[in-house]
């Protein structure tokens, strides 16, 4: 003979169920964090190196996407072959001091949540006077 399930223990294994799913998923999935964020650089002009690499590095659950900005803006990684990105790390190819001095911030995307990068500038300069050529502007100055 079968004893009748009283519907208050149903409710309660169901919500037991739930919550004990519900901190396992938890655990599984997080938002973004970071484990490595922009920095200042500085790129020495003449380089035969011939690019510069901004590094970001994030740990999250599901994967994440990444974006970088400069000076706020967002940079097209797919529109301007000068960019790449590895990893997390933005590639800037055949950088110029016209173009590419700034700020610089990256931004981490997974379903939980985004995050953005503390600020890490590029500048451009020489790394010893040795090896610096003095500018005709400051050469002007200078007599």
């Given at each position: 003979?079968?004893?009748?399930?009283?519907?208050?223990?149903?409710?309660?294994?169901v919500?037991?169920?739930?919550?004990?799913?519900?901190?396992?998923?938890?655990?599984?999935?997080?938002?973004?964090?970071?484990?490595?964020?922009?920095?200042?650089?500085?790129?020495?002009?003449?380089?035969?190196?011939?690019?510069?690499?901004?590094?970001?590095?994030?740990?999250?659950?599901?994967p994440?996407?990444?974006?970088?900005?400069?000076?706020?803006?967002?940079?097209?990684?797919?529109g301007?072959?000068?960019?790449?990105?590895?990893?997390?790390?933005?590639?800037?190819?055949s950088?110029?001091?016209?173009?590419?001095?700034?700020?610089?911030?990256?931004?981490?995307?997974?379903?939980?949540?985004?995050?953005?990068?503390?600020?890490?500038?590029?500048?451009f300069?020489?790394?010893?006077?040795?090896?610096?050529?003095?500018?005709?502007?400051?050469?002007?100055s200078?007599?």
């Amino acid at each position: 003979m079968r004893q009748p399930v009283s519907p208050a223990l149903v409710l309660s294994v169901v919500s037991w169920l739930t919550d004990w799913a519900g901190v396992h998923s938890a655990k599984e999935n997080f938002g973004p964090v970071f484990k490595e964020e922009p920095k200042y650089t500085l790129y020495p002009e003449g380089s035969a190196e011939g690019r510069v690499t901004l590094n970001c590095q994030v740990r999250a659950s599901p994967p994440i996407t990444y974006r970088w900005k400069v000076n706020g803006t967002d940079i097209n990684v797919e529109g301007d072959s000068r960019y790449s990105l590895v990893g997390g790390n933005l590639v800037i190819s055949s950088p110029t001091r016209s173009k590419d001095p700034g700020s610089y911030q990256c931004l981490a995307t997974n379903k939980i949540g985004t995050i953005i990068s503390k600020e890490g500038f590029l500048r451009f300069g020489c790394k010893s006077s040795n090896n610096c050529h003095l500018r005709p502007w400051i050469r002007a100055s200078l007599t």
